[in-house]
């Protein structure tokens, strides 16, 4: 069975700070894989994904992930925090359907 | 606002009422999803359709969960018999029928039930 681990469920951080935010996931076949955002009182919204090809895809806001398919996973980073990043993040695999697999998510709670 | 849209945004029920959700997707979106996300987790798949088919449905839905997409627009997702543990955010999404695009999530029906 498809699952996803988000092993960091609370992450605090100050402006200007790095980030990475683990994402493995478990499944034997060809995957796609996504990070969602969703920020204080909106709808999930994607912030990028990857289906094939160079596996550092970049995404909005600055954010970029790396695809390790040795390790199974999907890293979320960011060079440079900021307040407005504060948000849940949740990663996402879908397998041979079309149905997205979630882990469990992110808070991630940025000070100025 | 071409999003996808949900209503109600909130229902409170008693235990043991039926309620009824509806979405509708972004226009021309083949593709129409159902999740559950209960508080600290992350968005769980109920079931989906392509069109009016009803393509898969998980095992977290019970026979008292319906779901009907009757033209291929708008689904509505109904609850017979409400239970504490149906209280959640219920989220619908859409997407094109390529498989090389993501789907769109709308802001979700959050259930209370008392």
């Known amino acids: 069975a498809q699952s996803v681990s988000q092993h960091n469920h609370h992450v605090i951080l100050s402006e200007a700070a790095s980030l990475e935010l683990g994402c493995n996931y478990s499944?034997?076949?060809?995957?796609?894989l996504f990070w969602y955002v969703q920020y204080p009182g909106q709808h999930l919204q994607l912030l990028l994904k990857y289906f094939s090809g160079d596996p550092l895809v970049k995404g909005i806001k600055g954010f970029e992930a790396e695809f390790i398919k040795s390790k199974f996973s999907f890293n979320l980073r960011k060079p440079s925090v900021q307040w407005s990043d504060t948000a849940e993040y949740f990663c996402?695999?879908?397998?041979?359907?079309?149905?997205?697999?979630f882990g469990t998510g992110t808070r991630l709670q940025v000070f100025p | 606002d071409t999003g996808v849209s949900q209503n109600p945004r909130h229902k409170i029920t008693k235990r043991g009422q039926n309620v009824t959700f509806r979405c509708d997707p972004i226009s021309e979106h083949n593709r129409l999803y159902w999740y559950r996300q209960t508080l600290g987790q992350g968005p769980e798949f109920l079931t989906y359709?392509?069109?009016?088919?009803?393509?898969?449905k998980s095992r977290l839905l019970s026979d008292r969960f319906s779901a009907e997409r009757p033209k291929g627009s708008f689904s509505t997702l109904e609850i017979q018999r409400t239970e504490q543990g149906d209280s959640a955010m219920y989220l619908c999404?859409?997407?094109?029928?390529?498989?090389?695009?993501?789907?769109?999530f709308g802001p979700g029906t959050r259930l209370t039930v008392t």
């Open positions: 999404a859409s997407s094109p029928l390529s498989r090389d695009d993501e789907q769109y």
């Open positions: 996402a695999v879908r397998g041979n359907t079309d149905k997205l697999i």
């Open positions: 499944y034997g076949g060809t995957v796609n």
């Open positions: 359709f392509q069109n009016e088919a009803q393509l898969e």
